[in-house]
């Protein structure tokens, strides 16, 4: 298993409802990628969906893939909320992973916290949800 120091979360920008983790999949493959770079994705109703394998580097946070995991949720979160499912999946996948590679909540982000991104994502929408988690850490 790969040494990860962080988890990111990202928003797909696109609409919550209607995307699916074979359309990311199919936007990074046009971007001339292996495939997806999230490690998972979360769709509207909640379902988890496995991405690239945990133990390869995802492609989710530029200059900071190594030791990370990506998740992300389906929406596009400076417009519109993550669904309640989408939130009860996103705190059961991250206390686990967490679990598996013995992080804290103050070592869960969102995308746009990476120092070098220049981002918006995962939206404010979601990012408020992340920021509130980690204070009750």
């Not at 074979?22 to 994705?41: C, T």
Request: proline content about 2%; charged content about 25%; overall charge negative.
């Amino acid at each position: 298993m790969r040494d990860v120091h962080s988890i990111y979360v990202h928003h797909s920008a696109s609409s919550r409802d209607d995307t699916t983790r074979d359309e990311i999949n199919q936007w990074h493959r046009d971007r001339g990628w292996s495939g997806i770079g999230y490690h998972y994705v979360i769709e509207g109703d909640g379902s988890i969906v496995e991405g690239r394998p945990l133990w390869k580097a995802g492609a989710h946070v530029k200059g900071n893939n190594s030791k990370t995991v990506g998740i992300c949720l389906t929406g596009n979160f400076e417009i519109e909320q993550p669904s309640r499912e989408q939130l009860e999946s996103l705190w059961q996948l991250l206390e686990g992973t967490m679990a598996n590679f013995n992080l804290q909540r103050h070592n869960v982000f969102g995308h746009k916290e990476w120092h070098q991104a220049n981002t918006l994502w995962p939206g404010s929408n979601l990012l408020h949800y992340i920021e509130e988690w980690r204070k009750r850490g």
